[in-house]
């Protein structure tokens, strides 16, 4: 077993005053038979209240908001987490919704000759979307399609993810889009959990591998659109600029 502290950090600037905010986070790592949460703190814009839920996916959230303008909104979400040998536990959920496209997870002709057993045909595809797609930030935009990921054979974390799960589900093998936190500096980052008839195993296209150690688990969902950290609405014409910064440290 291994212990990680983890540091999510989000900074909303308006360029004017907001007169009401409402949000939805999943922004505290879930708890499951590979991941424990010993320690958790939240920090919240003074101003805002929360109140914690669960989504249709059994996701962890919190909602609320605030009627007190301001400009700023921001929230730390800190603690420590002890992880096993990555696999989630089947818990009955409806294996359909994993098996159909959604508009993200729609895609046409593809690689062939994939093994027909699904641990197997996962590593397959898990690989030629490493060596075939190039990691190119600011390439994609959180609307980016898997099937224009295929024809530009270029996007960041959450395209590797929507196209491995395109390709999965073509091959009939349940796959859902996963984010959280993976062991360095950044951002969120994102990876794919594939049922093998008994269990749900973690695979990242974007460093190729099947998931063992180093990664905290937030969410999962259909695609991104599910399990998206940070969600919101406000009145008034304000623009605004976010910034996002994640640690995740064994210790």
Same mark, same amino acid.
């Given at each position: 077993m291994k212990r990680y502290l983890y540091n999510y950090q989000t900074v909303v600037e308006f360029s004017e005053p907001v007169p009401a905010h409402a949000v939805m986070l999943r922004c505290q790592p879930v708890g499951n038979a590979c991941q424990t949460v010993e320690q958790e703190h939240l920090v919240m814009s003074p101003s805002?209240?929360? %109140?914690? #839920?669960?989504?249709?996916?059994?996701? =962890?959230? $919190? !909602?609320?908001?605030?009627? *007190?303008?301001?400009?700023?909104? +921001?929230?730390?979400?800190? #603690?420590?987490? +002890?992880?096993?040998?990555?696999?989630?536990?089947?818990?009955? *959920?409806? @294996?359909? @919704?994993? =098996?159909?496209?959604?508009? !993200?997870?729609?895609? #046409?002709?593809?690689?062939?000759?994939?093994?027909?057993?699904?641990? /197997?045909?996962?590593?397959?595809? &898990?690989?030629?979307?490493?060596?075939?797609?190039?990691? /190119?930030? %600011?390439?994609?935009?959180? *609307?980016?399609?898997?099937?224009?990921?295929? %024809?530009? =054979?270029? #996007?960041?974390?959450?395209?590797?993810?929507? $196209?491995?799960?395109? $390709? &999965? =589900?073509?091959?009939?093998?349940?796959?859902?889009?996963?984010?959280? !936190?993976?062991?360095? *500096?950044?951002?969120?980052?994102?990876?794919?959990?594939? !049922?093998?008839?008994y269990n749900w195993l973690g695979f990242d296209p974007t460093h190729n591998c099947r998931i063992s150690n180093g990664y905290v688990k937030l969410a999962h969902g259909r695609d991104a659109r599910d399990c998206s950290v940070s969600r919101g609405m406000y009145t008034g014409q304000a623009s605004q600029q976010t910034t996002i910064h994640v640690t995740l440290h064994e210790i």
């Amino acid at each position: 077993m291994k212990r990680y502290l983890y540091n999510y950090q989000t900074v909303v600037e308006f360029s004017e005053p907001v007169p009401a905010h409402a949000v939805m986070l999943r922004c505290q790592p879930v708890g499951n038979a590979c991941q424990t949460v010993e320690q958790e703190h939240l920090v919240m814009s003074p101003s805002y209240w929360l %109140q914690a #839920g669960s989504d249709a996916f059994y996701n =962890r959230i $919190l !909602f609320g908001g605030t009627t *007190e303008p301001h400009t700023v909104f +921001a929230y730390v979400s800190m #603690g420590i987490v +002890a992880t096993d040998t990555y696999l989630v536990k089947y818990r009955g *959920e409806n @294996l359909l @919704l994993y =098996r159909q496209p959604t508009p !993200f997870t729609t895609i #046409g002709d593809g690689i062939t000759d994939i093994s027909e057993n699904s641990i /197997q045909a996962a590593y397959d595809i &898990c690989q030629w979307i490493n060596e075939n797609i190039a990691y /190119q930030p %600011q390439a994609t935009t959180i *609307e980016t399609t898997a099937a224009e990921v295929m %024809q530009s =054979r270029q #996007g960041v974390c959450q395209d590797f993810a929507h $196209l491995m799960i395109a $390709l &999965c =589900r073509r091959q009939g093998i349940p796959a859902r889009y996963v984010n959280g !936190f993976l062991v360095g *500096e950044g951002e969120t980052h994102a990876w794919v959990e594939i !049922f093998d008839g008994y269990n749900w195993l973690g695979f990242d296209p974007t460093h190729n591998c099947r998931i063992s150690n180093g990664y905290v688990k937030l969410a999962h969902g259909r695609d991104a659109r599910d399990c998206s950290v940070s969600r919101g609405m406000y009145t008034g014409q304000a623009s605004q600029q976010t910034t996002i910064h994640v640690t995740l440290h064994e210790i």
